[in-house]
């Protein structure tokens, strides 16, 4: 069983920063299988950040080269930087480990762009 509790959302102004950590605790888990994904009212779920099967960070075209996914092994977290944020990346975003349909969920962590 893995826990995933995310922290570090919050309202933020259009073009402000922020960081979400994903703290992965239990037995199994993986670093590399971890992955950040958001959703907005009404819409679907979707991937923002993680990691390829050899281990290189990927993203979502809209938030590429703004949002930067890390790990701490030592601290078994997860990371996503958020800078230059706007309006549309407003969303409750959660971290996931070991795939959408399979894997395990956090509680999500809300973020707020706006003026």
């Known amino acids: 069983q893995v826990q995933l509790v995310e922290s570090g959302g919050g309202l933020v102004h259009p073009g402000g920063s922020l960081r979400l950590s994903c703290v992965a605790s239990?037995?199994?888990?993986?670093?590399?299988?971890m992955a950040w994904y958001r959703q907005a009212p009404g819409k679907q779920r979707e991937l923002v950040a993680g990691f390829t099967s050899s281990g290189r960070p990927n993203y979502a075209d809209s938030v590429r080269s703004r949002f930067t996914i890390s790990k701490d092994n030592a601290e078994n977290t997860v990371y996503l930087e958020m800078n230059m944020l706007k309006p549309e990346d407003s969303a409750v975003y959660y971290c996931n480990e070991g795939g959408y349909y399979t894997g395990y969920w956090g509680q999500g962590t809300q973020v707020t762009v706006s003026s």
């Open positions: 239990g037995s199994g888990f993986n670093l590399y299988a």
